[in-house]
């Protein structure tokens, strides 16, 4: 089928593919500059981008902001005039500096999810930065758009809607994340009726990107064909040479047939997808225990929490893959090999060529 760009007001990107934030530094500035060279949008996670910053853990907003807008302005540098976005969660602490960060770096997009960014307009304005909520239901679109509207007299840039084949938090209730595979398509259309309210109201496209399980070039053509506008992948980008995880992550990937993706209990208040490693099955037990505590997670409550998010992801991301919280998508055990992200973009776009209108 024919490829559209994707537009999201004056940013234009050849392909219609978003590479979706991953944190605790799996897609920093390495990932994001390479799809965007490639054609597609690169999102930074604002999770933490400082996990490796010496002062990490005695500053931890200083050396995060710190790193977020070395990050920004590496992968400006090496994106080749593509556009680049972060991906920063309203459930972080201190999520409202990372956003302001970006925006003074001159950041292209803010796509926002992990709890409802109420007031992400008021963190962009005066700004060019587009804006996109991240939602898993036509419902919530509607009540994040009525907001901004009433509240800023504002609408979204475009709209992420993830489904429950995502990796790391999923907006499921965990005992609906299972029967929402077979309903989640059903909710496309709807959540394209509430757009339409606005796109009328504020006389403007706005796109929608769809994601959760998007693998192949016929995945994508599916969802434009339902109207969607593009889509947004995360798992087929952690096997990546270019991806910013450590090489044990990636490996990860390969070695899983997908028998052992679980869903786990996060200290974000969501339920998470990952891989079912020692980790995982000691959190089960109840058997890990919390040494210290960063407040970097607001609905997280150290005395009750089964783990620390932050110490499992960056453990994970470092590379110790069996002592860490490695994040998945239900499509991990598809991944057979670590290409370069052009290859992968490439495979993408035939794929999606071949395929009738
Ligand atoms: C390792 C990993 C980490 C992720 N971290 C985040 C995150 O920090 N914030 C977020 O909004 N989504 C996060 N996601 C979700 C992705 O951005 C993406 O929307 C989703 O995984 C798409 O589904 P797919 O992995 O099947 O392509 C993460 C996904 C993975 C696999």
Request: hydrophobic residues 40%; proline residues 5%.
């Amino acid at each position: 089928m024919k490829i559209e760009p994707l537009r999201i007001g004056d940013l234009v990107a050849r392909l219609p593919i978003i590479q979706g934030g991953m944190g605790v530094g799996v897609s920093l500035s390495g990932l994001a500059s390479a799809v965007a060279r490639a054609g597609g949008i690169g999102l930074i996670s604002t999770a933490f981008p400082g996990y490796d910053e010496p002062d990490f853990r005695t500053n931890l907003l200083e050396s995060n902001i710190r790193a977020l807008k070395k990050h920004i302005k590496k992968a400006r540098e090496n994106a080749n005039g593509g556009v680049i976005g972060i991906n920063a969660m309203v459930a972080i602490s201190n999520y409202e500096d990372y956003v302001k960060a970006a925006v003074e770096e001159g950041i292209d997009l803010v796509v926002s999810g992990a709890g409802l960014p109420r007031n992400l307009p008021e963190l962009v304005e005066g700004s060019n930065t587009k804006i996109a909520p991240i939602i898993s239901s036509a419902k919530g679109v509607r009540v994040i758009l009525k907001l901004w509207d009433r509240n800023y007299n504002k609408t979204a840039d475009l709209v992420v809607v993830e489904g429950p084949k995502a990796g790391g938090h999923l907006g499921f209730k965990k005992d609906e994340v299972f029967s929402s595979f077979e309903t989640f398509d059903d909710e496309i259309p709807k959540i394209l009726e509430e757009i339409k309210i606005y796109e009328e109201k504020y006389n403007k496209k706005i796109p929608l990107v769809v994601a959760g399980g998007v693998f192949t070039g016929e995945d994508i053509a599916k969802y434009l064909k339902m109207g969607a506008s593009g889509v947004q992948m995360a798992t087929r980008f952690v096997a990546t040479e270019e991806c910013d995880a450590h090489e044990n992550f990636k490996k990860a990937y390969l070695k899983t047939n997908g028998d052992d993706i679980t869903l786990v209990k996060s200290p974000v208040g969501m339920p998470g997808r990952a891989l079912r490693n020692d980790f995982v099955k000691r959190t089960e037990e109840g058997n890990v225990k919390v040494d210290k505590c960063y407040r970097c997670i607001l609905p997280c409550n150290p005395a009750t929490t089964p783990y620390c998010i932050s110490d499992a992801l960056i453990r994970a991301v470092e590379g110790d893959v069996e002592t860490g919280l490695v994040f998945c998508g239900a499509n991990a055990g598809r991944v057979e090999k670590i290409v370069p992200v052009k290859e992968l973009m490439d495979e993408l776009e035939q794929e999606l060529l071949s395929i009738p209108e």
